[in-house]
């Protein structure tokens, strides 16, 4: 069952359909030439040939209809076993003169196109080159030569050719655009289900959340505190169910947009640029994780009631964020010492991690004045 399914579905289906068919009706050709030549000069030795022919016909429509059968071992027997009736073409036919199409006629240019279908144009050409090859080789250079451009057989080699690179092309194109097809409906699918989870959650969590924050004001005491933070809370998880995520594209980048406004929140403003922060998905993501590390020193040593603000923009190249607060500062020395002392967070998770991805970061702060730590990193791979 899977394998009539995968005969039926997918790109690459009707090209190994449209194979089996030049196969059969190639091999139907040839019978057809042997029968006006009266056997060719050895009858029994060319309808064994023709034998061998309908046997690989009918083993290569089976195997080829099994996308796990196309690798290298059967396209090689392919090859194989096409050179080798082609080379027996002397044998049955007498003298090989130009101007005859082989005992195989236009049968041998199955593995080529079978070639540049499964490996591309690059395979194709090789495929027509081993053919042809073979072909130039039992008719000699003389042949060649002397008949020029309008021979059968400089004219067959520029049709394999042209049928190996080709098709190999196209096949090519169509894999690529069923691949970006079926890209554009796996975003469509996560953009239904995350607008689903997103009225699951403003129905549900976000009105708990804000309930919470509405009651523990009206209270007072721990319980504003408790509402407080839920109301943070609240704009954090509003923000991540409203944003537009753009997904990955196909060259693995990513707009690291969506990866800021996630860290908004009552606490954190967020401004980013309008259009999309491009830059390669893990750079996107260390660059996002060195922002929260910043962030989570802004509410570590400057309190809950700090307020931080996360600025992004791009200009050649590469992508600076910027994460201010407003808390008491850092005094003179303090990273030193705290470095020295094995407090490795803002030297591993925001210095080191920058660093990795080719960027700089740049500290200013003052006691009193708040503290601003400027990421730069570029927008494309080092």
């Not at 090209?15 to 009266?38: E, G, P």
């Not at 049968?107 to 540049?116: F, K, L, R, Y």
């Not at 005094?331 to 080719?358: F, K, N, T």
Request: net charge neutral.
């Amino acid at each position: 069952m899977t394998r009539r399914k995968d005969w039926k579905v997918g790109v690459e289906g009707p090209f190994w359909r449209t194979i089996a068919v030049f196969r059969v009706a190639s091999l139907v050709y040839a019978a057809a030439l042997l029968v006006r030549a009266d056997g060719y000069h050895r009858p029994v030795a060319a309808a064994l040939v023709m034998g061998v022919m309908a046997a690989w016909t009918a083993v290569t429509i089976y195997a080829y209809a099994a996308p796990r059968l196309r690798g290298w071992p059967v396209l090689g027997a392919d090859m194989l076993v096409t050179v080798g009736c082609l080379l027996a073409t002397p044998y049955v036919q007498g003298p090989y003169q130009a101007g005859n199409l082989p005992i195989t006629a236009t049968w041998m240019g199955a593995p080529v196109i079978a070639w540049g279908v499964r490996h591309g144009p690059v395979a194709g050409a090789a495929g027509a080159a081993v053919v042809a090859g073979t072909d130039l080789w039992l008719r000699g250079i003389r042949d060649v030569s002397e008949f020029g451009l309008a021979s059968v057989s400089v004219n067959g080699v520029v049709l394999l050719f042209f049928a190996g690179v080709l098709v190999g092309h196209v096949a090519r194109l169509a894999r690529r655009a069923e691949e970006r097809v079926q890209r554009a409906v796996e975003i469509e699918a996560a953009g239904r289900e995350r607008e689903r989870l997103a009225r699951g959650i403003h129905d549900s969590v976000l009105q708990v959340l804000a309930l919470v924050q509405r009651r523990g004001a009206e209270i007072g005491g721990e319980a504003a505190e408790l509402g407080r933070l839920a109301g943070e809370q609240e704009a954090a998880l509003r923000e991540l169910v409203t944003i537009e995520r753009e997904p990955a594209a196909a060259t693995g980048d990513c707009d690291l947009r969506p990866l800021l406004r996630a860290h908004g929140g009552a606490g954190v403003t967020v401004s980013t640029p309008a259009t999309p922060l491009h830059m390669p998905a893990e750079t996107a993501r260390e660059t996002a994780a060195a922002v929260a590390a910043a962030l989570e020193n802004v509410r570590r040593h400057c309190g809950e009631s700090a307020h931080a603000w996360i600025l992004a923009e791009s200009e050649g190249g590469v992508v600076t964020v910027t994460v201010r607060d407003d808390g008491p500062g850092i005094a003179a020395g303090r990273l030193e010492e705290a470095a020295a002392a094995g407090r490795l967070g803002v030297a591993q998770s925001i210095l080191g991690r920058v660093a990795d991805l080719g960027g700089r970061v740049s500290i200013t702060s003052a006691p009193g004045q708040g503290t601003e730590v400027e990421l730069s990193v570029p927008a494309v791979r080092p």
